[in-house]
């Protein structure tokens, strides 16, 4: 979202800050997605029109592209439904949609089970982590309860003051 002070980014041996500003955002569109803590979802569009929003899904056929995302999600019954009709966990499930529907290589999830009840979060989060391991997507999670992350990791890092103090 930044570009860093040092280092790079690489993506699929791509440095993405050295490419021109319009190459670097049609990559980025194309190979990141992100879901945030607050899902950003459209409360004027229905389901379907928020995962198929351009910039999202591109090409001709983004409502049958948006469709299949929201059926890999278990919400296709809901397309026509606004944000406001859907329950939290049905939000959740379309910014996942919205942010796997154009196949990213890399999923960057910020809080995104912490506005669920308890009830629902286990199984949100069950099923969020079987749709990106199906898609072959590589996630970066943030979260602050280590309970969550020791169910979704693979690898855990513990950041203190913005450094990394634990891996493992």
């Given amino acids: 979202l930044e570009k860093p002070e040092r280092g790079s980014v690489h993506i699929a041996g791509t440095d993405l800050y050295a490419m021109g ?4 955002a049609a990559f980025r569109n194309r190979s990141i997605g992100y879901v945030f803590q607050n899902y950003h979802l459209l409360p004027e569009l229905t389901a379907v029109e928020n995962v198929a929003v351009p910039g999202a899904i ?3 056929n983004r409502t049958a592209e948006a469709l299949v995302a929201l059926e890999r999600v278990g919400l296709k019954d809901r397309a026509d439904h606004l944000p406001a009709e859907l329950s939290g966990g049905e939000q959740q499930r379309v910014a996942l949609a919205r942010a796997v529907a154009p196949g990213p290589r890399i999923m960057l999830l910020d809080e995104p089970f912490s506005g669920l009840e308890d009830r629902l979060r286990d199984g949100i989060r069950d099923e969020t982590l079987e749709v990106l391991r199906e898609a072959g997507t590589a996630v970066l999670m943030v979260t602050h ?4 992350a020791m169910k979704m990791a693979d690898e855990i890092a513990l950041m203190r003051d913005g450094k990394i103090v634990q891996k493992g």
Wanted: proline content about 9%; cysteine-free.
């Fill in 21 to 24: 500003r319009k190459a670097q």
């Fill in 58 to 60: 591109a090409g001709e």
């Fill in 145 to 148: 309860d280590p309970g969550e």
